[in-house]
């Protein structure tokens, strides 16, 4: 059985329990292999490089952009991964091989963007182009960084593992992400070796560019594909669970077990940070089953993502969803019963590029779900010139999901949880399908609604 398993980057911070829960477990001798491991990079190093995930605090990226000095900054930055580097040693990392390997790197990425700026500074090239390759090389750093590393305390434990390394900083080949990864990998007997990956792959049509953050578990798809994996595995700081822990607590949240690739795509269209959207599909299609993880647990199965699976008793899976939106309604006394009115509202979400998570239409007035993000903005600005009546409200969407909840009860239990918080349903939508009601709330109210939620329809009735 060959599996490909991606590390996320706050499970890359505690190493020691990657190596040892991961990595070794109860295996000896030649079950060490056939293990394809692709590594995110240490918790909050990309957020320095780049810009903070969550609050967009800028990083280096900014400095580069802005002609600042990042020349400084990546000399401290530096500095950061050493400290890092530091808390290894005890579990086997060469501190001196680490770190000449690492300030190469920083030292290439210095050269590099110094180039880059140059030829910026000539004025014949495209910026956003230029701006693009520094924020790429940059990311890159991060994944370098904790892939060499892993392979150096793994190699001095025992354990006979490659460093594959997918940053392209040494060649200047034209390759795309997939031609990178199918050489990469042609040759290898993953029986013989234990192949650490770093998860930023560099191609042709940029893993930033074309993916943004969370670009690992794009590799980690990619190369699941290529090897034809049994099954593709994502260690995380949580198991995927009925709702965040992070807001609920980890006491009530219920680890999810099974659930399919139709669950997968409502949570990576809500944004659910457990799994990135675009890294979901390839698998499904190659008929790879997703295993997540939790890292701190290794004796639990985690749950599997499969194509077929639905859950032989009526549940709801998982509640999810973003205080990061905006409702907007456009509304025409001309709507009712004009054809194809929808399609020139439309028009306008193609020309600015913008995808809605949820539709909901009655005679003369449709409300859409959107990112709170500049083109949503700009979107807005246009509908509102354009439309008789443009409303657009900052909101949050709150979704209740499961594989087998089409059946009388389930919405009305919903409702009744956020009924006796006192939080109003400012919008709702459902397919036929149902398997996921999603309600629009205001923001104030996003936590409470998925603990109210998670609390009503999650938790068994014998749980506290
Ligand atoms: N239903 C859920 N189950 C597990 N984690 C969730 C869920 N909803 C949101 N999360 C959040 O997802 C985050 C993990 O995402 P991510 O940033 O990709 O972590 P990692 O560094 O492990 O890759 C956690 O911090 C957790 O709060
Ligand atoms: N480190 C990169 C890539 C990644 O996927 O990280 P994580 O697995 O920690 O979300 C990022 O933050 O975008």
């Given at each position: 059985m060959l599996t490909v398993e991606k590390i996320g980057g706050t499970s890359m911070s505690q190493f020691q329990d990657v190596m040892q829960n991961i990595i070794k477990g109860n295996r000896k001798g030649d079950e060490l292999y056939n293990r394809i491991f692709v590594v995110s990079a240490y918790n909050n190093v990309t957020n320095w490089l780049l810009e903070h995930k969550k609050t967009g605090e800028p990083g280096i990226y900014n400095k580069f952009l802005n002609g600042e000095d990042y020349s400084i900054a990546l000399d401290q930055f530096c500095q950061r991964l050493l400290l890092i580097n530091d808390g290894f040693a005890d579990y086997g990392l060469d501190l001196k091989e680490a770190r000449d390997f690492i300030r190469f790197r920083v030292d290439q990425a210095k050269t590099l963007l110094y180039s880059l700026g140059k030829v910026l500074a000539s004025g014949y090239v495209n910026r956003t182009?230029?701006?693009?390759?520094?924020?790429?090389?940059?990311?890159?750093?991060?994944?370098?960084?904790?892939?060499?590393?892993?392979?150096?305390?793994?190699?001095?434990?025992?354990?006979n593992a490659r460093f594959i390394d997918l940053c392209g900083f040494n060649d200047n080949e034209p390759l795309t992400i997939d031609e990178r990864i199918h050489k990469e990998f042609k040759d290898i007997d993953f029986s013989k070796v234990l192949c650490i990956v770093t998860g930023y792959t560099k191609g042709t049509e940029g893993i930033m560019r074309a993916f943004d953050r969370g670009y690992s578990e794009v590799t980690f798809s990619k190369i699941a594909v290529e090897v034809k994996a049994d099954e593709a595995v994502i260690h995380k700081e949580y198991h995927l669970s009925s709702a965040d822990p992070k807001i609920v607590g980890v006491e009530n949240s219920i680890p999810v077990g099974h659930t399919?690739?139709?669950?997968?795509?409502?949570?990576?269209?809500?944004?659910?940070?457990?799994?990135?959207?675009?890294?979901?599909?390839?698998?499904?299609?190659?008929?790879?089953?997703?295993?997540?993880?939790?890292?701190?647990?290794?004796?639990?199965?985690?749950?599997?993502?499969?194509?077929?699976?639905?859950?032989?008793?009526?549940?709801?899976?998982?509640?999810?969803?973003?205080?990061?939106?905006?409702?907007?309604?456009?509304?025409?006394?001309m709507m009712v019963g004009e054809v194809g009115f929808d399609s020139k509202i439309m028009s306008y979400f193609i020309k600015y590029n913008v995808s809605y998570i949820l539709?909901?239409?009655?005679?003369?007035?449709?409300?859409?779900?959107?990112?709170?993000?500049?083109n949503s903005k700009s979107l807005i600005n246009i509908l509102k010139d354009v439309f008789y009546k443009v409303t657009a409200k900052p909101m949050a969407i709150v979704c209740v999901m499961g594989t087998n909840i089409a059946l009388p009860g389930f919405l009305y239990r919903a409702s009744q949880a956020l009924y006796e918080k006192g939080i109003n349903i400012e919008s709702f939508a459902q397919s036929m399908m149902q398997v996921n009601m999603q309600f629009v709330i205001v923001r104030e109210h996003y936590e409470d609604a998925v603990i109210a939620l998670n609390e009503a329809l999650c938790k068994k009735p014998n749980e506290n």
């Open positions: 182009d230029i701006h693009l390759a520094a924020r790429e090389i940059l990311a890159s750093i991060g994944e370098a960084h904790s892939g060499w590393n892993s392979v150096n305390i793994l190699n001095n434990n025992g354990i399919n690739y139709i669950i997968a795509d409502q949570l990576a269209d809500i944004g659910m940070e457990a799994i990135h959207p675009k890294a979901a599909k390839p698998l499904e299609l190659a008929g790879i089953d997703i295993r997540i993880k939790n890292t701190f647990e290794p004796d639990h199965p985690g749950t599997i993502i499969s194509r077929d699976y639905i859950s032989p008793e009526p549940r709801v899976e998982i509640v999810s969803g973003s205080r990061k939106v905006i409702a907007i309604e456009v509304h025409d006394p539709k909901s239409t009655n005679a003369n007035s449709i409300t859409m779900v959107v990112w709170d993000n500049e």
